[in-house]
């Protein structure tokens, strides 16, 4: 194995372990693995963490080096804490007896189960489309739409914060794949005339979310489907994150921007709202859903949906259109509202628009790593986000909001993220200015205390 460089815990990045040299596979990824430990030797590896019982606000968590700790969680994206409602663990039980676990099959031969059925046009009848496809996960939904669909000859045009499986989906259908500013509607839009001034012949799929996990920022929906419409092209939107939790009646962006039924292919995951795994694809052509079950090979050839996922998934959707979705969501946005505005309080900036995804920007690496080795002492689990989640130098943590948190939760949460984020710059400061052999680090140090 290389020796690597200690102060790689704090600089280096999962950037540095893409490219790997050498004929071992197996061998080769040592390099990842020996820098991996060293974070975790120094507590500075939060991932891989296991809870110990139900998401819920208060939580026990185990990390990867055996370290339990008790604390406030926000790092769970259970937004409407339905994995835990009483009536979808009873719908689990009855279902369990009636049908037991499994439904050994695809959904292309004998995987489908009335549960599934019902999946199906439940979803389809929720967003105002005739036909809904389901998948074993949100990320077969959209690496398989995209590669069910696009051809070599075709060309993609996404935006460049795209979620992964969006993104691995399109570099594996087609080499045309032409990403676009962030949200940037001019930038999509030269690339569809590019593309389309040289080629009439070819298809165009341009991708989208309607919540950017990462960002909490949302596109114009309907100018990008009026360009899709003018360059003839398709649009595609992942509602993974907004659906159920966001919008009128829980259907999200999509409805919020009164474009319900309107937009070409929606795609989204129930691994969020929903309370399960699990994704589907929805649109108004009998004909796509029939080619995607038979071409989009991860529908095709990968187990269906067990019959308890679909019941519950379908009691959750129940729940999500009801009275009690609605008061759900009214108490979730307040939480929201006053995390955000708890954290203005206490002089932290939080990114986006106000949705469960809450995400405060740290930038350097070092520091967001010293900052999130503090939380599980505060008590507190929130998720450090890096490259690749991220762009690298543009770490963040995200907080992920559920209607089950207290107010209380949140003044302690942003009172405790100031403490860790004031106690890391310190340290910060402290470490850089030893790695470039300052004189006086107490004076350096000093200085970034009165500056916090
Ligand atoms: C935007 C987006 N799309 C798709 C997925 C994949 O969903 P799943 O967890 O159901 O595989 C995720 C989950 O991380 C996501 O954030």
Redesign the pocket.
């Known amino acids: 194995m290389t020796r690597i460089d200690p102060t790689a815990a704090l600089t280096g990045s999962m950037r540095d372990f893409r490219e790997l040299q050498g004929t071992d596979l197996m061998a080769r990824v040592g390099s990842f693995y020996e820098w991996q430990e060293l974070r975790r030797s120094r507590s500075l590896w939060p991932y891989s963490r296991s809870t110990q019982a139900a998401p819920l606000p208060i939580c026990t968590a185990l990390d990867d080096s055996g370290l339990k700790f008790t604390g406030l969680n926000f790092g769970t ?1 259970d937004y409407l804490g339905l994995s835990s409602d009483p009536e979808i663990k009873e719908v689990a039980k009855a279902v369990i007896d009636e049908y037991g676990v499994h439904s050994a099959g695809s959904s292309a031969l004998a995987g489908n189960t009335k549960y599934s059925l019902r999946l199906e046009d439940t979803i389809s009848d929720f967003l105002g489309v005739s036909h809904t496809i389901l998948y074993p ?6 690496y398989g739409v995209i590669k069910g669909l696009v051809r070599p000859a075709d060309h993609i045009v996404m935006d460049g914060l ?5 993104q691995e989906g399109a570099y594996s259908a087609t080499p045309n794949v032409h990403l676009h500013g962030h949200l940037n509607l001019n930038s999509a839009r030269r690339h569809l005339k590019r593309i389309r001034d040289k080629d009439a012949t070819h298809g165009i799929l341009v991708v989208t ?1 309607s ?3 990462m960002d909490s920022d949302t596109p114009d929906l309907r100018a990008l489907q009026s360009l899709c419409d003018e360059y003839d092209a398709t649009l595609l939107v ?1 509602v ?2 907004d659906l159920g939790a966001m919008g009128p009646g829980g259907r999200g962006f999509i409805a919020a921007q009164d474009m319900l039924g309107k937009v070409d292919i929606v ?6 709202t929903f309370g399960s ?3 589907f694809v929805a649109c108004n052509s009998a004909a796509v859903k029939q080619y995607l079950k038979f071409y989009g090979c991860t529908a095709t050839f990968s187990n269906a949906l067990s019959p308890v996922q679909a019941a519950t998934i379908t009691k959750a959707f129940e729940i999500v259109k009801s009275d009690k979705g609605n008061q759900l969501r009214s108490v979730l946005m307040q939480r929201i509202e006053q995390m955000r505005s708890a954290l203005t309080q206490a002089g932290l900036q939080y990114m986006g628009n106000p949705s469960p995804i809450v995400p405060v920007r740290v930038g350097d690496e070092a520091l967001a790593r010293l900052v999130s080795r503090r939380l599980p002492a505060l008590e507190i689990i929130a998720n450090l986000v890096e490259y690749p989640a991220v762009a690298k130098g543009d770490a963040r943590l995200r907080l992920q909001m559920m209607p089950t948190h207290s107010v209380e939760n949140v003044k302690t949460l942003a009172a405790r993220l100031r403490t860790a984020i004031d106690h890391a710059q310190i340290e910060h400061v402290r470490y850089r200015a030893a790695a470039a052999g300052v004189a006086d680090p107490a004076t350096a140090v000093a200085k970034a205390a009165q500056a916090v």
């Open positions: 994206q996960t949100g990320w077969a939904a959209g795209s979620h992964a499986c969006l979310e919540l950017f996990s992942d993974a994150h795609m989204g995951s129930f691994s969020k795994n699990g994704g």
